[in-house]
């Protein structure tokens, strides 16, 4: 019998769509209107009626306690449950003003708007360097071609959902359109900025991607920028657009990093390549080694400070 009253109460939540939380919340406004109702109501009738005799005082009071019961208890819920309602299509209207429908990330619109008052922000409080990434899938085009578009849906969320797993929590990552991403990391600096990039672009090439049931390889090629203050995002995406195209001409599946500002490129973003490109020859042909590569990031931000790739830590 507690089953089935347990099994109606949770048909009844899931067909009004409302928590628990949500229905403790409706019951308090019920609640605390009612009896609100109620205390006026019985402080009016007392007012009225207090010269009358004893049995008219107390019916004149029973009925000033009934009416809100009877009236305002059901009035109060009918208007919580709509406002509730009316805020739960907002939300809706944000959330799809504001996502990418297939990925589920930050739309192009919101993330410029997010990347703008983040870097504000950051221009304000903070004095570290962030780094502002372009990601591309690598040969997409091949991929919609050859399997569909239905499996390049499927790879576009698999890669979103790879790099929101590679990400920190309060990271701004979004979808420009097409097969390019988007991600501003704060409090990022250019010795951790390979590591990052790094990080992501392997965990793309992780990816179990099968759209024939034999696995398709995904890759990303990245472009980014190390940057401190409010740059604004057209700037920003120019100079790590520019460093995209820059890696997909030394042959995709790499990262390209620069700092913001600076005339010619960092070594760090040709020597990441080229340290990339040996990694991946050397395990291609199983002599790959575990020793960390040292690279000088020659910048102002970096003061020729020597790192070790990719040992480097993403902050938390």
């Known amino acids: 019998m507690t089953d089935q009253k347990s099994q109606d109460s949770s048909s009844t939540r899931r067909i009004l769509g409302i928590s628990r939380r949500g229905w403790r919340t409706l019951s308090i406004w ?7 109702c109620i205390g006026f109501s ?10 009358l005799d004893h049995d008219a005082l107390t019916r004149g009071i029973a009925v000033a306690i009934a009416l809100p019961i009877l009236l ?3 009035l109060f819920f009918y208007l919580t449950l709509k406002m509730r309602e009316l805020a739960r299509m907002n939300h809706l209207l944000r959330e799809m003003a504001t996502k990418d429908v297939l990925t589920g990330l930050l739309n192009r619109r919101a993330l410029i708007s997010r990347v703008t008052e983040e870097a504000a922000r950051l221009n304000n409080r903070d004095t570290t360097t962030s780094l502002f990434l372009v990601i591309d899938a690598d040969r997409f085009k091949a991929i919609n071609d050859t399997f569909g578009h239905a499996a390049g849906d499927e790879a576009l969320k698999l890669i979103g959902d790879a790099l929101k797993s590679s ?6 990552l979004g979808r ?23 990080r992501l672009r392997r965990a793309v090439a992780s990816l179990e991607f099968r759209p024939n049931r034999d696995r398709h ?44 500002g600076e ?20 395990a291609a042909i199983g002599h790959a080694t575990a020793m960390p590569l040292q690279i000088a990031i020659q910048s102002p931000l970096a003061a020729e400070m020597p790192v070790a790739f990719p040992m480097a830590r993403l902050p938390r």
Do not use: C, M, W
């Not at 460093?243 to 620069?258: C, E, F």
């Open 217 to 260: 390889d995904l890759s990303v090629s990245i472009g980014g920028v190390v940057f401190h203050g409010a740059i604004p995002f057209s700037e920003l995406f120019r100079a790590a657009d520019a460093n995209l195209y820059d890696a997909k001409d030394a042959g995709r599946n790499r990262s390209v990093i620069t700092v913001y």
């Open 263 to 282: 005339q010619a490129k960092a070594p760090v973003a040709q020597e990441a390549a080229i340290a990339q490109k040996s990694l991946n020859d050397q």
């Open 72 to 74: 305002a208890g059901p």
């Open 42 to 51: 019985v402080l009016f009738s007392y007012l009225v009626f207090r010269n």
């Open 30 to 36: 019920t609640l605390s209107g009612t009896f609100g």
């Open 176 to 198: 420009i359109g097409g097969e390019e991403f988007a991600v501003l990391l704060p409090r990022v600096t250019p010795a951790d900025s390979l590591y990052v990039a790094d």
């Open 167 to 172: 990400v920190r929590g309060y990271d701004i």
